[in-house]
């Protein structure tokens, strides 16, 4: 199946910086999203973005399918920005089979 | 819109015993809905897929006998952790996704810890 692989791991930064986390996976996708967990665990969807790029306020996205890796940018990061990001990738165009990447924790300090 | 609860938020019980956990599309009709099972600090690992008014599909490795997966409308699927010990201890997600949609949505989780 395919291997969905983020990074950093970790990420620390102060209010106001700038950041961008990444979204390898190992083979051709259809569907490709991405997700933020809150320190609660509450699940968030972020972005569906299979190819090309999306924004949403402070947040935006950029796949290149391609080239087989997808971006999340964050700007003016915020203290409730912190949390672990996911994305997920599946060769389906529906969400069967999504499988989730290891996971960026972000955390922002004022 | 695409608003999942899930239900309850955290339970507590005996080795032995089982729990359900609910999982309802408020506001769409889920013809899909999955589970996940999520360890400390780590990511979301997927048990089964729930289609309604069929059986659960599920995932290698994943004991069916274990964890009952009802799916009876189109709003409600229910985890149902039989005979819970220790192990069973974890974080269950339940997703849901409307007919042709392509976002995957979540419900808050549900925090099991058996004693």
């Known amino acids: 199946g395919i291997q969905v692989e983020q990074s950093p791991p970790d990420l620390i930064l102060q209010e106001g910086a700038n950041s961008t986390l990444r979204c390898n996976f190992s083979?051709?996708?259809?569907?490709l999203q991405w997700f933020h967990q809150n320190p609660w665990g509450q699940l968030i969807n972020l972005f569906y973005i299979p190819s090309g790029t999306k924004q949403n306020g402070r947040l935006s996205a950029t796949t290149v399918a391609t080239e087989r890796y997808s971006l999340l940018y964050i700007s003016s990061s915020q203290t409730t920005d912190s949390g672990v990001y996911f994305c997920?990738?599946?060769?389906?165009?529906?969400?069967?089979?999504?499988?989730f990447g290891t996971g960026t924790r972000l955390q922002v300090f004022p | 819109g695409a608003v999942v609860s899930q239900h309850p938020s955290w339970v507590i019980c005996k080795s032995g015993t089982s729990v359900k956990i609910e999982c309802r599309s408020l506001?769409?009709?889920?013809?899909?809905m999955f589970w996940y099972r999520q360890f400390p600090k780590q990511s979301l690992m997927l048990m089964a897929t729930s289609n309604e008014g069929s059986k659960a599909t599920y995932e290698q490795g994943v004991e069916k006998d274990k964890f009952l997966i009802n799916h009876a409308s189109l709003t409600l699927s229910t985890l149902t952790v039989t005979s819970a010990h220790p192990e069973d201890s974890s974080f269950y997600i339940c997703?849901?996704?409307?007919?042709?949609?392509?976002?995957?949505?979540f419900g808050s989780g549900t925090q099991l810890s058996v004693l």
């Open positions: 506001d769409f009709q889920a013809t899909t």
């Open positions: 997703s849901a996704v409307y007919r042709g949609g392509e976002k995957l949505f």
């Open positions: 997920a990738a599946s060769r389906s165009y529906n969400t069967d089979k999504l499988i």
């Open positions: 083979d051709s996708v259809n569907n």
